[in-house]
């Protein structure tokens, strides 16, 4: 079966009455893309914002009457927006077999010495290796990204082995798995979507995870006991906005992973952190950072005191 697409440029303040009126015209999906490379790294909490320059496209079956479309979608875009309206291309996407042309982009993927990621219908590379399986695209992170390929290298890189772990935002839970396929004990994995916490729950039981080894949670019912790694690969602004919650989950000597942050907001988050935590120099990969460190122990002077406080007071 063939499809129509149409597309149109339009400004952020079209969007909404353009999706409505493609939406009242018949159409079965409707995306939004960036026109002109203009990223949007971190928004506001509880806003969507699109980019100065966007391109709208609606998937239309391919026997729908097009004059019909932009009839309806003109008068209902006109009854909500008083700018000129932006108008479309049609186009006609011809039929092809979409689930094989997306399998065949996704491969196993290294990361360090010893860790794959290996989508299910791949064999896996080295049966040696520690292979994680998990099919990208399913849900919510399969380590292609920077921030996320960043944590699993430090996850193939340093010893784990017996250590409890919280995954602070854990998305599909790749990275709390992945500490437990290197030998780590126990994960928490926190998050404030449920979706995410079902998603890690199934990954879990796909690596033949040990039902009692993971537990998932949203925040509001995390349990408190500090573990010896605690990894973070969310955003700066949060990062920042939790840092007293990480710290007190962490061990003292016990390592933080924080990722999601872009190069130029790393060091006035590693300064942020650095009363509680010895900041290890950023480790960077295409414009985004992993910061860690180390928590001091109870007492511990801070790197700008030079002399130990007194225990009394």
Same mark, same amino acid.
């Given at each position: 079966m063939s499809w129509i697409q149409a597309k149109a440029s339009i400004r952020p303040d079209q969007a909404?009455?353009? #999706?409505?009126?493609?939406?009242?015209? @018949?159409?079965?999906?409707?995306?939004?893309?960036?026109?002109?490379?203009?990223?949007?790294?971190?928004?506001?909490?509880? +806003?969507t914002p699109l980019w100065e320059q966007t391109i709208l496209t609606a998937l239309f079956p391919a026997d729908q009457n097009m004059l019909q479309v932009e009839t309806i979608t003109k008068r209902v875009f006109q009854s909500l927006s &008083?700018?000129?309206?932006?108008?479309?291309?049609? #186009? *006609? /996407?011809?039929?092809? $077999?979409?689930?094989?042309k997306w399998i065949e982009n996704?491969?196993?993927i290294q990361f360090g010495k010893r860790l794959w *990621?290996?989508? &299910?219908?791949? $064999?896996?590379?080295?049966?040696?290796?520690?292979? %994680?399986? /998990?099919?990208p695209g399913?849900?919510?992170? +399969? @380590? +292609?990204?920077?921030?996320?390929?960043?944590c699993l290298k430090w996850l193939d890189q340093n010893d784990v082995q017996g250590k409890s772990? *919280?995954?602070?935002?854990?998305?599909? @839970?790749?990275?709390? *798995?992945?500490?437990?396929?290197? @030998?780590?004990?126990?994960?928490?994995?926190?998050?404030? =979507?449920?979706?995410?916490? /079902?998603?890690?729950? $199934?990954?879990?039981?796909?690596?033949?995870?040990?039902?009692?080894?993971?537990?998932?949670?949203?925040?509001? =019912?995390?349990p408190q006991h500090a573990a010896d790694v605690v990894i973070a690969n969310i955003l700066a602004q949060p990062l920042h906005? %939790?840092?007293?919650?990480?710290?007190?989950? +962490?061990?003292?000597g016990g390592h933080i992973v924080l990722s999601g942050i872009l190069e130029n907001q790393a060091a006035a988050l590693a300064n942020h952190y650095r009363d509680q935590f010895s900041m290890n120099p950023p480790d960077l990969e295409d414009g985004w950072v992993r910061l860690t460190g180390i928590k001091k122990a109870i007492n511990c002077p &801070? #790197? =700008?005191?030079?002399?130990?406080? =007194?225990?009394?007071?």
């Open positions: 909404e009455p353009m #999706e409505e009126g493609l939406t009242a015209a @018949g159409a079965i999906a409707i995306t939004l893309e960036d026109a002109k490379d203009q990223p949007v790294f971190e928004p506001e909490r509880g +806003t &008083s700018t000129t309206f932006p108008g479309y291309r049609v #186009e *006609i /996407l011809e039929n092809q $077999d979409w689930t094989r996704f491969k196993p *990621i290996c989508p &299910s219908w791949c $064999d896996v590379p080295s049966p040696d290796a520690v292979n %994680l399986i /998990l099919d399913l849900a919510f992170g +399969t @380590g +292609t990204h920077p921030t996320t390929s960043l772990v *919280i995954d602070f935002g854990c998305g599909s @839970g790749i990275l709390g *798995i992945a500490a437990l396929l290197l @030998g780590a004990a126990s994960v928490v994995a926190v998050d404030n =979507d449920p979706q995410a916490l /079902l998603a890690t729950t $199934d990954n879990a039981l796909r690596n033949q995870i040990e039902n009692n080894a993971l537990k998932t949670f949203l925040p509001e =019912d995390a906005q %939790l840092k007293e919650a990480i710290a007190a989950l +962490t061990k003292p &801070s #790197e =700008d005191s030079g002399k130990l406080k =007194d225990a009394a007071t």
